[in-house]
């Protein structure tokens, strides 16, 4: 008899409740199995705020191998894929705006729930394309990173792999955090030149800033909040003049940094002189990098345009919305419809609960039941005393500094200039921190993780996929990285 498999963690995450992550989990078995013909399974565990994402290997394993059969066998595959995560992006924020812009208290109770299904319905199918890229380069699997490195070594000296692995998959397009800091430092460009107290802004001046909140409030967001606030924006403004920021001039820097990226994929293409193939497989790698973040970016703003469906749901049902948060899509239209719901199983979903999605049904376990599933999962032996380990470059350069480890927005006040920012993995809510950061380090990641992203657009030295680096640091250690070589050392 066949040796059951096990589940193994593949990566975790914070500040998150069952909605939305419940869709990540049916997009990764749904979703990617009617885009590509094979899906995978995914659960989750979710405790105090956190998930923990486990897989089944083998499942993934073979999704991977089926989409890259399909690349290499026609590569303009991937580049319709890509070309609809952009179509489906666009579909998921409009059915956000069309919900954000309902008198939703003068809808029925059916229509609430259509109006939710049709959001979970598109971003399945968002996941489906999207989900691609986790697909292609994560963790164990790393099509992108393995094809171009192992093309490289074959064209360059050992020393320059690296270099021009980043320098060839780094994006030139501005992503929404790009955007979001060119359009602030106009605004703080008048604050700059006039020399104003930014505690104590002039009409026009806070005028403008009330325009970017509300242009950019959903930034930060991620999968529930908090969206930026008046607060968020003013320690962005405080930390230009903190770091001394010409903020003309970083205009300029930005503008000449991508400049000089191009120039420099340009002269490194005709060094290494790809054919056809490998041409296109590394302008779709650098693609992928930008669309990973993108997609998510979509997807932030999404569930910040549907707050209010969630809260008017949760009115009608005398609810909180963090109780709704708690709910599948069945139990959200049976309780709209006849009324009916489980309050103490939801309750205890907030404590600790377990969702997957099996062949058969979609299952949310709590209590014992759910403990015993998770106590099964396959548990990685983890040296402590590890004074070396090793990742992947994601943005290179060296620093040396003081651990702390940011996971989440409460953790973000340890953080001071210089420190060496660790993480499990970094999202768009930690920004602030990251800002500060000497260098990153994070467990997870890969090509388009988005550590990686920002840590180029910063040009802050990042190391990430380290797999463990949280479970042998702790704040207050010294590091010292090495993002040029992916190693880091514990001083």
């Given at each position: ?13 914070y ?32 405790e105090?705020n ?18 890259v ?8 595959y ?16 409009n ?7 309902l ?24 996941y ?14 790393t099509?992108?990173s ?11 000296k050992k ?7 980043v ?8 992503t ?8 602030i ?32 409030a ?7 909040g908090p969206?930026g ?35 420099e ?5 005709k ?12 302008e ?16 932030t ?22 109780q ?19 309050l ?16 058969k049904q ?13 106590n099964?999962?396959?548990k ?6 590890l ?44 920004m602030?921190a ?8 994070t ?6 993780c ?16 380290t ?5 042998v640091?702790?704040?207050?250690d010294?590091?010292q ?11």
């Open positions: 008899m066949a040796k059951k498999e096990k589940w193994e963690i593949i990566a975790s995450e500040e998150v409740s069952l909605f939305p992550v419940f869709m990540l989990v049916d997009g990764f078995k749904d979703g990617i199995k009617k885009v590509h013909g094979q899906g995978c399974s995914i659960a989750i565990k979710l105090n956190s998930v923990i994402y486990v897989y089944l290997p083998s499942q993934w394993a073979r999704a991977h191998e089926l989409i059969k399909k690349i290499t066998t026609d590569i303009s991937l580049e319709k894929i890509f070309s609809q995560i952009y179509i489906q992006c666009h579909k998921l924020e059915i956000g705006r069309k919900i954000n812009n008198k939703l208290s003068k809808k029925s109770n059916l229509d609430l729930y259509n109006l939710y299904q049709s959001f979970y319905k598109q971003n399945i199918l968002t489906g394309y999207g989900g691609t890229m986790p697909m292609l380069d994560f963790q164990k699997h099509f992108f393995d094809e171009l490195l192992k093309y490289l070594k074959k064209k360059v020393e320059l792999v690296s270099r021009y692995f320098i060839l998959t780094t994006p030139t397009k501005d929404f955090d790009r955007l979001e800091q060119k359009d430092l106009k605004l703080y460009a008048e604050i700059y030149q006039k020399r104003i107290n930014i505690n104590n802004l002039p009409k026009n001046i806070d005028t403008k800033l009330s325009k970017h909140i509300k242009k950019w959903w930034l930060p967001y991620l999968y529930q969206a606030d008046r607060s968020y924006f003013l320690d962005e403004l405080k930390d230009f003049k903190r770091r001394k920021i010409d903020p003309s001039k970083r205009l300029r820097e930005f503008e000449e940094e991508k400049e000089k990226i191009k120039n994929q340009r002269e490194i293409i060094i290494i002189k790809p054919d056809k193939f490998y041409k296109k497989l590394i779709l790698a650098r693609e992928s990098v930008f669309l990973k973040v993108y997609r998510r970016s979509y997807q703003k999404g569930y910040y345009l549907i707050e209010p469906l969630l809260n008017e749901i949760a009115k009608r049902l005398h609810l909180t919305i963090k709704v948060r708690f709910m599948l899509p069945q139990e959200v239209k049976t309780a709209l419809k006849a009324g009916r719901l489980n103490t199983e939801i309750n205890s979903r907030t404590n600790y609960c377990v969702y997957k999605n099996t062949a979609k299952l949310v376990f709590t209590g014992q039941k759910a403990r015993d599933f998770f099964q999962v396959k990685e032996k983890i040296d402590k005393s004074k070396t380990i090793k990742g992947t470059t994601a943005c290179a350069g060296k620093a040396k500094g003081t651990v702390k480890i940011i996971n989440s927005i409460q953790d973000m006040k340890k953080m001071k200039a210089g420190d060496i920012l660790v993480s499990g993995a970094t999202n768009p809510n930690l602030p990251i800002r500060q950061a000497s260098a990153i380090v467990d997870e990641g890969g090509l388009s988005h550590a990686a992203i920002v840590s180029r657009e910063l040009n802050i030295p990042c190391v990430v996929g797999g463990f680096i949280t479970q640091v702790k704040d207050g010294r590091l990285v090495d993002a040029n070589n992916a190693i880091v050392k514990k001083l």
